[in-house]
């Protein structure tokens, strides 16, 4: 067996690096440093040409002292001679400075990547591979451009050695990821895809990586994979566990070769063919058989190696959903672990049993093993175990355990590390909600939860509280007494204080009957907190006040006396002197009928999504949480009453309005993959009602009476775009008006707006001609759908005006057609179609949202088909204000301080359409340096992502 | 986005013995991305998993992290730390033994691997890595071939 001893081979470095162990102080480690660089720098300056030891031995100092953290500003030149040296131990610490201190814009890269191609091309595996890694390791987009098209040669090259494959397939692999597009996979991926059946294991593993990439991204080239990785797992599975040899690693048969296929089969559907499915649900049974039968060894790399492989096929099973059997075998084994000794074991039980919650099959296996995840919340040390077992505990709740969970989770919450604090209190509010039989026991719980942790009560929270006591009478009066218990409290949190002033207010006089809790009862004990309150809840407070005096005329008095005293109504805040100030005179002048009217109870609020799910989907990804819709009966939508009342209330009113379905809330809104237009394609999504104007500018004294009754379509088809209406319709994008289109005959203007998921778009026909155009028609018409017959008009010389009404009513791809017909005087028929310039980002809504907002949405969007990213140079300026204006012209919010890097922009937006809401977020890296882009966008629907990076890629 | 992004070894006193960086950081950005990784791994003990979740760790990590969701997989031997930073989704016990496999890789190739062995031949320890993982994947798993390979390595010139 190979054995080195330190520092063999080169003296100098050894003893220099011992020197440097020995220094007692840093001042004494910069010393010899500085002083072994002036030594280097007077080699390498001097008369004397160096032999390659030497220049080896000074260029690893070199390296060294780099790694240290010290800067290292020469001797590149150096490093990238020892790249022509024909001795591997000098090539080797040549490209070893160079993938670790180079970087990619450096002017070196010429003379490197020519030593790569030297390499590259001197059929020995040793050298061929020490290129291949440098490129793997540096990966640069002119290495991209240079190396990109010989790789996948070498690759599949018959005669390539088995280590020189392995090296390749991974470096194809980093260029493709850092440079996509010049990447071309085209005539070599069914040659890619079998090195699945390389006799090679190395090679296999290898090759896997890039396979599950390119599948990735283009899953229908590569889905001969499936059959492939079928059986090569097969193979692996149904083996001994000394058949493979070399690639068993502690009695386990290829362990992270089974993995990586596992992954690979993640990235497709079950597979159709009858055979394989069988032999692979053979294969996924005996992997669940393996995990029952006694180890072969007590070593803990056996079990790791063994359980890898087992959760690699639950996930598998997981995603295909759809073999109730192994569902619920894989539920059991998991549970098996939820007691085992291992931390590492139970945390990654909890783990995957969250995503099995979620199924059908298995959700009732999961809810089995309840108490063992009750106790995890409470026992275990790790306070990343715990918080698998509060989110399984989410997962498994139902109407038949929420009491269980939620009371298990309300007493966690006391002793919670903070971290998750804030999201454990969204999930209590959330189940208690979803599953409240009696609402007494929801109002329970949320008043506990303020009790316990009311600095994690956001003001979704108590909103939600407030709009559900309104909206059902039947709870009014047990939450109007719970609130007021609640408040006996000597110290009680101000969100208290908010939904007791609130509830109060609006239900006081539900439980006045009782002397204990009599209207002034009521009211000291609220005005005795308000004090020590912010400025909000004092001005909550106030409006509690004046529904008192309407509720208790008993109490006009006290409480006139109060807000006549100067901390009120000379209050330096604003709000509150105001509010002091208006209630006063209110109470003061108006009749009991205007009062009541004014101060009449509020009136249920719309039913809608709850906001406190909205913010839990913000904080978590979609898997994480099983988000179901609240399924208690819906209510009747109670009218927001017009007029007369704009009384106290609006304030409160509108603040919790604003906090509830408004833009922050709500918009982004994000439902992973929206069931709504999922059957429908793109073609057809987008509806344009179309008329014309006969507005002035229609000059109908040369209307053609024959064109304009004709409703039949026109007697030649329309003409196939033109080859550039792409070009004219990429110029839209970013603004709404110019000119779309013009030749000697014609000019067509355009002037758009758009609003929601509506858009007005005039067109301007501009006859440049001194001769009228007879039996003008324009058709509009979207692909996929019917054409829709415009009224023709003929033109005499001028313009005239078209107005076309744009709904949207789901996204789309593919822009509306807009054909143009007519003839000139005496000429021959004009046919000419354009597409019009309606583009999917004409339906943004701007989303302004603090970072950490963005990050929370930008992970919660993580699946890999929801981001769209393209790399490409830029082909117009890169000026900051030019590319500002760009960005805004698409209609997307521009966020400032959000990306670490201030080079870059980051931009969020809704995308408005008749059924559903789509969120984007998009960032755009410019690198003056290479004049190139890479532009990543995520949204909340596939399809939108990739069309706006198409759409996008083509602007800057 | 490679799935391993960061393949790196401390040791208790926070000292960075390897350092295999596969995604672009800025110099700064990598000493506090070690800083942090050490103050979080080295207060860890047997009852904790030997998975770091992100919201453990301080600041640069999660403006790292704000872009892309990543776990810490890491190994302890002695005053050693071996960590490794991949997907979120990745495979935990996967890479945990990845570790062992690459440590057990060391062990044979310097006879009883040390510290030391580390510092004085950090240059060969890039080669071990490579030849283990590139491009941010699993290249070879074999023990065998790759100890087949550093032992002909070695006897080149």
């Given at each position: 067996m190979p054995a080195v001893s330190k520092g063999d081979g080169m003296r100098g470095l050894a003893v220099f690096i011992s020197d440097i162990r020995n220094c007692k102080s840093k001042e004494a480690e910069i010393k010899r440093i500085n002083k072994e660089l002036a030594n280097i720098r007077s080699k390498f300056k001097g008369d004397k040409a160096l032999d390659g030891y030497s220049k080896k031995k000074y260029v690893c100092k070199l390296l060294f002292i780099f790694l240290l953290g010290h800067d290292i500003d020469f001797g590149h030149m150096e490093?990238?001679?020892?790249?022509?040296?024909?001795?591997?131990?000098?090539?080797?610490?040549?490209?070893?400075?160079?993938?670790?201190?180079?970087?990619?814009?450096?002017?070196?890269?010429?003379?490197?990547?020519?030593?790569?191609?030297?390499?590259?091309?001197?059929?020995?595996?040793?050298?061929?591979?020490?290129?291949?890694?440098?490129?793997?390791?540096?990966?640069?987009?002119?290495?991209?451009?240079?190396?990109?098209?010989?790789?996948?040669?070498?690759?599949?090259?018959?005669?390539?050695?088995?280590?020189?494959?392995?090296?390749?397939?991974?470096?194809?692999?980093?260029?493709?990821?850092?440079?996509?597009?010049?990447?071309?996979?085209?005539?070599?991926?069914?040659?890619?895809?079998?090195?699945?059946?390389?006799?090679?294991?190395?090679?296999?593993?290898?090759?896997?990586?890039?396979?599950?990439?390119?599948?990735?991204?283009?899953?229908?080239?590569?889905?001969?994979?499936?059959?492939?990785?079928?059986?090569?797992?097969?193979?692996?599975?149904?083996?001994?566990?000394?058949?493979?040899?070399?690639?068993?690693?502690?009695?386990?048969?290829?362990?992270?070769?089974?993995?990586?296929?596992?992954?690979?089969?993640?990235?497709?559907?079950?597979?159709?063919?009858?055979?394989?499915?069988?032999?692979?649900?053979?294969?996924?049974?005996?992997?669940?058989?393996?995990?029952?039968?006694?180890?072969?060894?007590?070593?803990?790399?056996h079990s790791n190696a063994k359980n890898a492989i087992l959760f690699e096929a639950i996930s598998l099973i997981i995603h295909y959903d759809s073999e109730p059997n192994l569902l619920v075998r894989a539920c059991n084994q998991l549970g098996q672990f939820l007691q085992h000794r291992e931390t590492n074991l139970r945390y990654l039980a909890l783990e995957s049993m969250c995503t099995l919650a979620s199924s059908e099959f298995s959700h009732e296996a999961v809810k089995t093993h309840i108490e063992t995840v009750i106790n995890a919340l409470k026992t275990e040390r790790d306070v990343s175990v715990r918080q698998r077992a509060a989110d399984l505990l989410y997962a498994m709740c139902d109407r038949s355990n929420a009491k269980q969970i939620v009371a298990e989770m309300l007493s966690y919450l006391e002793t919670a590390d903070y971290s998750i604090r804030e999201e454990m209190v969204l999930k209590v509010a959330i189940l208690a909600e979803k599953y409240a039989v009696d609402y007494s026991w929801y109002v329970d719980t949320i008043l506990n939860l303020i009790r316990i942790a009311g600095d994690y009560v956001s003001e979704e929270v108590w909103y939600r509280v407030i709009q559900i006591v309104i909206n059902r009478d039947d709870v009014q009066g047990y939450a109007a007494k719970t609130v007021f218990e609640a408040l006996q409290a000597p110290a009680c949190h101000e969100n208290m204080v908010k939904v007791g002033g609130y509830i109060l207010g609006e239900f006081g006089n539900l439980i006045a009957g009782d002397p204990r809790s009599s209207p002034l009862v009521q009211f000291n004990l609220l005005h005795s907190k308000f004090h020590l309150c912010s400025v909000p809840t004092r001005a909550l407070l106030l409006s509690a006040y004046i529904k008192f005096i309407n509720l208790f005329p008993e109490t006009k008095a006290t409480i006139q006396e109060v807000l006549r005293c100067d901390s009120q109504i000379r209050n330096s805040d604003v709000e509150l002197q105001q509010r002091a100030v208006e209630y006063l005179k209110l109470s003061s002048i108006a009749s009991t009928d205007v009062l009541a009217t004014v101060l009449e109870e509020m009136p249920p609020f719309p039913e809608r999504e709850s906001s406190i799910l909205a913010k839990l989907k913000k904080k978590k990804g979609p898997g994480a949480v099983s988000v179901t819709e609240l399924d208690d009966g819906k209510r009747e939508a109670g009218e927001l009453n017009g007029g007369g009342d704009r009384g106290p209330d609006t304030a409160a009113m509108a603040a919790s309005n604003a906090s509830t379905p408004s833009p922050s809330a709500d918009l982004l809104g994000i439902r992973s993959a929206a069931p709504v237009g999922a059957a429908q394609t793109n073609a057809g999504s987008l509806l344009v009602d179309v008329f014309s104007d006969s507005g002035p500018a229609a000059p109908s004294a040369a209307v053609n009476d024959d064109g304009f009754l004709s409703s039949a379509p026109p007697s030649e088809d329309p003409a196939p775009p033109l080859s550039e209406a792409d070009e004219l319709l990429n110029k839209f994008v970013c603004k709404n008006n110019g000119v779309l289109f013009e030749n000697q005959l014609l000019q067509i203007g355009i002037k758009s707006e758009y609003r929601q998921n509506l858009g007005r778009m005039y067109l301007f026909y501009g006859n440049k001609t001194s001769v009228q155009f007879a039996s003008f028609t324009t058709t509009v018409s979207c692909p996929g759908e019917l054409h829709k017959p415009v009224e023709p008009l003929v033109e005499g010389g001028a313009q005239i005006q078209q107005v076309l009404n744009i709904e949207c009513i789901t996204d789309f791809s593919d822009?509306?057609?807009?054909?143009?017909?007519?003839?000139?005087?005496?000429?021959?028929?004009?046919?000419?179609?354009?597409?019009?310039?309606?583009?999917?980002?004409?339906?943004?809504?701007?989303?302004?949202?603090?970072?950490?907002?963005?990050?929370?949405?930008?992970?919660?969007?993580?699946?890999?088909?929801?981001?769209?990213?393209?790399?490409?140079?830029?082909?117009?300026?890169?000026?900051?204000?030019?590319?500002?204006?760009?960005?805004?012209?698409?209609?997307?919010?521009?966020?400032?301080?959000i990306d670490p890097n201030p080079e870059n922009y980051v931009c969020a937006g809704v995308i408005q359409t008749k059924s559903q809401q789509i969120g984007c977020l998009l960032r755009l890296e410019p690198n003056a340096q290479a004049q190139m882009y890479r532009l990543t966008l995520r949204c909340s629907k596939d399809t939108v992502s990739k069309r706006l990076c198409e759409l996008l890629a083509q602007q800057f | 986005m490679p799935h391993l992004f960061i393949f790196f070894c401390l040791n208790r006193a926070g000292k960075t013995r390897l350092a295999k960086w596969y995604m672009q950081f800025d110099d700064d950005e990598k000493q506090k991305l070690i800083e942090e990784v050490h103050a979080v791994v080295t207060v860890r003990d047997a009852k904790h998993t030997n998975f770091v979740e992100v919201w453990d760790l301080a600041v640069i990590f999660l403006l790292f992290s704000q872009f892309r969701n990543f776990k810490i997989i890491y190994r302890r031997y002695a005053g050693l730390y071996f960590c490794i930073c991949v997907d979120v989704t990745d495979n935990n016990l996967a890479y945990l033994e990845g570790i062992h496999n690459f440590v057990e890789v060391l062990n044979e190739y310097f006879h009883n691997v040390c510290e030391l062995d580390l510092v004085f031949n950090f240059y060969k320890v890039y080669t071990v890595v490579d030849e283990m993982f590139l491009a941010g994947e699993i290249r070879e798993t074999s023990q065998t071939k790759v100890l087949k390979q550093l032992l002909m390595l070695q006897s080149l010139e």
């Open positions: 490093a990238v001679n020892l790249l022509s040296s024909n001795k591997y131990t000098e090539k080797q610490i040549g490209y070893l400075f160079i993938s670790v201190l180079v970087n990619s814009n450096s002017e070196l890269i010429r003379l490197i990547n020519n030593a790569i191609k030297n390499d590259l091309s001197s059929r020995n595996p040793t050298f061929m591979c020490l290129a291949l890694h440098c490129i793997a390791n540096v990966g640069s987009r002119e290495m991209a451009e240079a190396f990109a098209s010989e790789i996948p040669r070498i690759l599949v090259a018959g005669d390539t050695m088995d280590s020189v494959k392995q090296s390749a397939a991974l470096c194809l692999l980093r260029l493709y990821k850092t440079s996509p597009d010049l990447v071309l996979m085209g005539e070599w991926t069914s040659r890619v895809v079998h090195l699945l059946n390389d006799q090679h294991m190395g090679v296999v593993t290898a090759a896997i990586s890039l396979i599950t990439c390119l599948s990735q991204k283009n899953p229908d080239e590569f889905k001969t994979c499936v059959s492939l990785a079928v059986s090569r797992l097969s193979r692996i599975v149904s083996s001994a566990s000394t058949d493979l040899q070399d690639y068993t690693y502690y009695f386990v048969p290829a362990p992270w070769l089974s993995c990586k296929l596992l992954r690979l089969l993640q990235c497709y559907p079950p597979p159709e063919d009858g055979a394989v499915k069988g032999r692979l649900v053979e294969c996924l049974e005996t992997i669940l058989n393996k995990a029952q039968e006694p180890p072969k060894s007590k070593k803990v790399q822009a509306p057609l807009l054909n143009i017909k007519f003839s000139r005087y005496g000429g021959a028929l004009q046919n000419l179609t354009l597409k019009l310039p309606v583009t999917i980002n004409k339906f943004f809504q701007p989303t302004e949202m603090s970072s950490s907002d963005f990050f929370q949405r930008w992970k919660q969007l993580s699946q890999p088909q929801q981001e769209a990213q393209k790399i490409f140079k830029a082909n117009h300026s890169m000026d900051t204000e030019v590319l500002k204006a760009k960005l805004l012209g698409l209609g997307t919010a521009l966020l400032d301080n | -």
